[in-house]
């Protein structure tokens, strides 16, 4: 393979490990930038579900308004 070649794959290999690391920080929002609180299980009755965003395995983005 030429030195070219080989540099291209190695800088693929490198991002593609930092995108698979940082798979929850990828968005430009999450649940704090929202004034959301992460719950376990599900939210209350007066919130709005905005999905993990940044929480924790089992957590849920739980938003109380929106704007």
Known sequence: MKPQSILVLLVLA???LHCKENAAVSFPWSCASLS???RQGVCLPSELYF???GCGKGFLCCVSHFL
């Open 14 to 16: 490198i991002l593609a």
């Open 51 to 53: 999905g993990p965003l």
């Open 36 to 38: 959301g609180v992460c």
